[in-house]
């Protein structure tokens, strides 16, 4: 019975031994030998019921990996999504939500009856509960309200549930571990009554040997499930739960009165694009490229983690003795050469070149801090000023930032509030033809007439209601309040509308705007959509279909922005435009810098040459103007022609005019 049991051994280890790495072998290994000597020795048992014993084993030694990860997602994301007010940390709570409920779910049909109970019931129950409170923070955090916010995720009910569920959880991580060890000891047991009491041949002596090595492989398959825990499967690198761990070690050593820890965070910029045109497995494969990249630029001491999309973290010990000149500086000259490294190309498998790059948040530890959460935070704070200021470039922490930060998080708040509100306001700007100087139409710009802030120009909050998903329905309600309005003047005056590159993926957008039109009853002919370049930058195939689309309700439509965007006679020729707008910054410049005359003298140019009428922004003197209408631009805009005004302003104007 032994020698066929061990043979069967050799058999299942060849099976699964290939699949699996070093690590989940020797787990295998551990809980096979014991199950085979268990079964071995008192005649119970088959073959699949050893099969499932070891594969069971290693599932359970992965999710209690998957289950650290999860749980350090969440809980880091939650606590930024409310320190930060950023709606991307909001974004990754709800990715990593559904994972760990799965997690668990699978746990649960895995554990043994009495851990059942506690997953189940306890554990799965608690994490509901804390999901609804980190959901409830959110909305706290959106209506304004960060204090109660922090107050409800650091309370004793939320330190209550967490550590309901922790403890399902460890029951769970320890069932492996107990039931391994229960019969590695029932073996101990019968291999020595065997071995004295009937003095077997040596093949029982090899068997005990083997059982004792179980042991130790099942000391190291443990140890292997705790590294599966702290490292990324992606990229091999350390996770989001090891850089933890590694900070708060680094930060309460004793010794570092001598010297400073930096904290650097780095997220790619453009990473989404390479997703989206080359597929998830392309970015995959570039991330393990950008992570072999960071290895080349560390020394040993340093730490690299992937914290989860493309965002990876650096923990540098800033030496004094060893690094010369500040902290800050050697820091800077890492993220320097972190910058320089990653802009360069990287050649994905199907042979195409893609180029990328990095913003890198920086956060100095000083010798009296010992906060992981509150130096994480600060460098999260640094990051996004860097993608703020225009991404592929660094930005130190300072205490102006954050404070910054809290004021765009309560701007965040008082514009959620305003545009369900419908307290956005269309303003509008005079469209006046070169050659005659006649009024034909106005632009409409959104104006926010804020209670305490007074008139909030739209470069504050139009990108604040972009991130955070809004930028359509503000749209919407200004477009249809605009037209409705521009019914009233006279039926040859026209309105123009800008449209959020955001709304260019939005295959709902031609019935939102045929369904504005029925509503308000103006003519689409009458309705001009302005589309900025850098809003067909990704799936031109999409824009050119919403294009068509518009263009067949009787929309006309403008490429804002000329010559600021990219490809932009590519765009010309496939794309269904009426008109060309020139760059406000070319116009302001013609008459003091040639170059930019002869931008503009281009544009115009090209425009007569495709039947294009062309339209010039920032128009506010009477030179500019002269210089083109020599040029033959077609229509201008600008202060000299009139500022934007409101509704009531603008019905004045006109009234007044058609008196004159």
Not at 175 to 193: G, I, S
Not at 371 to 380: N, P, W, Y
Not at 427 to 454: C, K, N, S, Y
Request: with cysteine.
């Amino acid at each position: 019975m032994p020698l066929l049991h061990r043979n069967f051994v050799f058999e299942v280890l060849g099976r699964y031994g290939r699949r699996l790495s070093g690590g989940a072998f020797a787990l295998i290994l551990a809980a096979a030998l014991s199950s085979l000597f268990w079964l071995g020795w008192t005649g119970t048992g088959t073959r699949d019921e050893t099969v499932q014993a070891a594969e069971r084993a290693v599932r359970v030694a992965e999710l209690r990996g998957t289950f650290a990860y999860y749980n350090e997602w969440l809980t880091m994301s939650a606590r930024m999504a409310v320190l930060s007010g950023e709606p991307r940390w909001v974004e990754r709570f709800d990715e990593a939500g559904p994972k760990l409920a799965a997690a668990i779910a699978e746990a649960t049909a895995l554990a043994t009856p009495e851990v059942r109970t506690a997953l189940a019931i306890t554990t799965d129950e608690a994490n509901r509960d804390l999901t609804a409170m980190e959901r409830a923070a959110f909305r706290l955090v959106a209506a304004g309200d960060r204090d109660s916010a922090v107050s409800l995720l650091d309370g004793p009910e939320f330190a209550y549930l967490d550590a309901v569920y922790a403890s399902g959880i460890e029951a769970f991580g320890n069932d492996l571990e107990t039931l391994a060890t229960a019969r590695a000891k029932t073996l101990n047991n019968r291999a020595w009554m065997e071995t004295a009491g009937l003095a077997l041949s040596a093949i029982f002596l090899v068997a005990a040997a083997f059982a004792i090595k179980g042991r130790a492989r099942l000391r190291a398959a443990l140890a292997f499930t705790e590294a599966v825990a702290r490292t990324d499967a992606l990229t091999d690198l350390p996770n989001r739960r090891r850089l933890y761990e590694d900070l708060r070690t680094a930060l309460a050593r004793p010794d570092r009165s001598g010297g400073e820890v930096a904290l650097l965070l780095c997220d790619m910029d453009r990473f989404k694009l390479v997703n989206d045109v080359h597929g998830h497995p392309a970015g995959d494969h570039l991330l393990q490229l950008v992570a072999a990249r960071l290895r080349s630029l560390v020394r040993p001491g340093d730490l690299i983690a992937r914290l989860g999309g493309d965002e990876f973290a650096l923990v540098v010990p800033l030496d004094a003795a060893a690094q010369p000149g500040p902290s800050g500086e050697t820091a800077a000259n890492l993220a320097r050469r972190i910058i320089t490294v990653l802009k360069q190309p990287f050649k994905l498998p199907d042979g195409a070149i893609v180029q990328i790059g990095v913003s890198i948040g920086i956060a100095i530890a000083r010798p009296e801090d010992n906060s992981a959460d509150a130096l994480v935070r600060r460098a999260d704070v640094a990051l996004y000023r860097a993608k703020s200021d225009g991404r592929s470039r660094f930005h130190f922490f300072d205490s102006g930032l954050d404070a910054h930060i809290q004021q765009r998080a309560s701007l965040e708040g008082d514009l959620r509030q305003a545009i369900a509100n419908d307290l956005l306001v269309p303003h509008f700007q005079p469209l006046v033809d070169m050659a005659t100087e006649r009024l034909i139409g106005f632009e409409m710009l959104a104006r926010w007439p804020h209670p305490t802030r007074g008139m909030v120009p739209p470069g504050e909050f139009v990108p604040i209601a972009e991130d955070i998903g809004l930028i359509g329905p503000m749209t919407e309600c200004l477009l249809r309040r605009a037209c409705r309005i521009a019914t009233m003047w006279s039926p040859e005056l026209l309105l123009a509308c800008n449209v959020s590159p955001l709304q260019l993926r939005d295959r709902g957008l031609p019935a939102m705007v045929q369904s504005i039109l029925d509503e308000t009853g103006l003519p689409a002919h009458r309705l001009e959509l302005e589309i900025t370049e850098s809003a067909l930058v990704g799936d031109i195939d999409l824009a050119r279909d919403l294009l068509g689309e518009l263009k067949a309700l009787g929309v006309r439509l403008a490429l804002d922005d000329f010559g600021t965007g990219y490809s932009s006679l590519r765009h010309l020729q496939m794309l269904p435009f009426d008109k060309l707008k020139i760059d406000a910054s070319f116009v302001r410049a013609m008459d003091s810098d040639i170059e930019s005359r002869k931008i503009v003298a281009a544009v115009v140019g090209l425009g007569q040459s495709l039947g294009l009428v062309t339209v010039a922004e920032g128009v506010e003197g009477a030179g500019t103007a002269a210089l083109l209408r020599d040029l033959g631009c077609d229509i201008g805009q600008g202060w000299l022609f009139g500022r934007p005004g409101s509704a009531e302003t603008i019905s004045a104007m006109l009234c007044e005019g058609a008196r004159a």
